[in-house]
């Protein structure tokens, strides 16, 4: 038992960090701008609008088992007072290994001038870890099926699911105007351990993540405005990763339809860069599309990375 313990802690362990670059265990998504409340609990409630957003996120394309990552949330103010609400649920697939993801959400906004707000958000719930024993492959079969009933019959190595429940909680700060933003975050607070088959080994934990995030508006006339953002991501043990992002947005109305065109580029170190492209249609309907191309020597052997972000903005609560 304690060589299979320590055979599945140390596959998780790797195959928790390969999602990011630099060993990042939370799934990634270039749109984060679009969605900023899945990095920071805070944003709910400093809009009018109650919004649903959905991304599914395609990592490493042509590559076995990539990363993929599935998400979607809905957060708004309350209508009476200055607070606000929240949830989110994801799915994040990496070969044999799945989590699962819930968190509720509240935040609560005061009002500091006439210009700035600021807001504080918590969010509970957990995380479930599975590992799919049936996918894992020593990748000698192919080769050498002759060893096929040694692994089926070796003790040590698992052959069915199991999963591992883990409480998880995030908390943030988010300071914001109508033409900025700034927000810190801190994700796993609890740091939970991943209980397999009632035995817990080694660093098999939830590591806990900072956020830290800015942008700002800077209108060029009526209808065409840019918003550069920045995001910097660190977790206990791994470097400090940087991301830049610069989006431009083209206000038009047509049949009395208005709608907005916005396109964006990014840089994320020691990673990938992204070029992203989408609309916003009559206010309400939100789409984007994002491909992210790998500058690491990961990028010779995959075809790159598709993210498709859908929105949805409900009418303003006034």
Avoid at 12 to 31: E, I
Avoid at 40 to 46: E, K, L, S
Wanted: glycine residues 10%; contains cysteine; aromatic residues 14%.
């Amino acid at each position: 038992m304690k060589r299979f313990a320590y055979i599945l802690c140390t596959t998780v362990v790797m195959l928790l960090g390969v999602d990011g670059a630099r060993a990042q265990q939370d799934p990634q998504l270039s749109q984060y701008m679009w969605n900023p409340y899945i990095l920071n609990p805070a944003v709910a409630g400093t809009l009018g609008n109650y919004q649903v957003r959905f991304n599914s996120r395609f990592q490493w394309a042509g590559i076995n088992d990539a990363p993929q990552t599935y998400q979607i949330c809905a957060y708004g103010p309350d209508v009476r007072r200055r607070m606000g609400w929240g949830a989110q649920l994801y799915s994040d697939i990496l070969g044999p290994i799945s989590s699962t993801g819930f968190l509720a959400s509240y935040g609560y906004n005061i009002q500091l001038s006439e210009m700035f707000s600021l807001s504080g958000g918590l969010s509970i719930g957990g995380l479930q870890y599975k590992v799919d024993g049936t996918k894992l492959d020593a990748g000698d079969l192919q080769n050498h099926p002759e060893l096929f009933d040694l692994w089926q019959n070796d003790p040590s190595l698992l052959k069915s699911t199991i999963s591992a429940f883990a409480p998880d909680a995030n908390l943030g700060l988010y300071l914001y105007a109508s033409n900025m933003h700034f927000g810190i975050s801190a994700q796993h607070l609890f740091g939970s351990k991943l209980n397999f088959n009632n035995e817990t080994i080694g660093v098999n934990r939830l590591r806990q993540h900072l956020y830290l995030s800015g942008g700002y508006i800077l209108p060029i006339n009526r209808e065409f405005a840019i918003e550069p953002t920045v995001l910097a991501k660190f977790m206990s043990g791994a470097p400090l990763v940087p991301e830049l992002n610069c989006k431009a947005k083209y206000r038009l109305e047509y049949r009395r339809v208005e709608s907005e065109l916005w396109g964006g580029i990014s840089f994320r170190y020691g990673d990938a860069a992204a070029l992203m492209f989408g609309i916003v249609y009559e206010k309400k309907y939100l789409f984007g599309y994002s491909f992210d191309w790998s500058y690491t020597q990961l990028g010779r052997y995959s075809n790159g990375t598709h993210e498709v972000m859908i929105g949805v903005l409900f009418d303003k609560i006034k």
